[in-house]
């Protein structure tokens, strides 16, 4: 079992950042990716990015060039630092890692408004 445990959402106006955070625990020597996904209301849930053990990293075309997901393997835990913030970034944040099994985290909303 993999326990996943997201912070760092919040109300942040257009252009605006925020970092999310992915804390990993349990069954961790058997992940192999890593990622964030959104999903807003009324959409599908999306891939945001992903990074694997090596550190390849795989970014969704609505996000290239303004989000940037990143690990740290000591503190078990991915980011997602997300700048020039849109609309249409409003969604919640789900954290998932691949082993044995796909793992989701809870969920943190983020919301960009004026």
């Known amino acids: 079992q993999v326990q996943l445990v997201e912070s760092g959402g919040g109300l942040v106006q257009p252009g605006g950042s925020l970092r999310l955070s992915c804390a990993a625990s349990?069954?961790?020597?058997?992940?192999?990716?890593m990622g964030w996904y959104r999903q807003a209301p009324g959409k599908e849930r999306e891939m945001v990015a992903d990074?694997?053990?090596?550190?390849?990293?795989t970014y969704g075309d609505s996000v290239k060039g303004r989000f940037t997901i990143s690990r740290d393997n000591a503190k078990n835990t991915i980011y997602l630092q997300m700048n020039s913030l849109k609309s249409e970034d409003t969604a919640v944040y789900y954290c998932?890692?691949?082993?044995?099994?796909?793992?989701w985290g809870q969920g943190t909303q983020v919301t960009v408004s004026s």
């Open positions: 349990g069954s961790i020597f058997s992940i192999s990716i």
């Open positions: 998932n890692a691949l082993s044995r099994a796909i793992y």
């Open positions: 990074i694997t053990t090596g550190g390849t990293t």
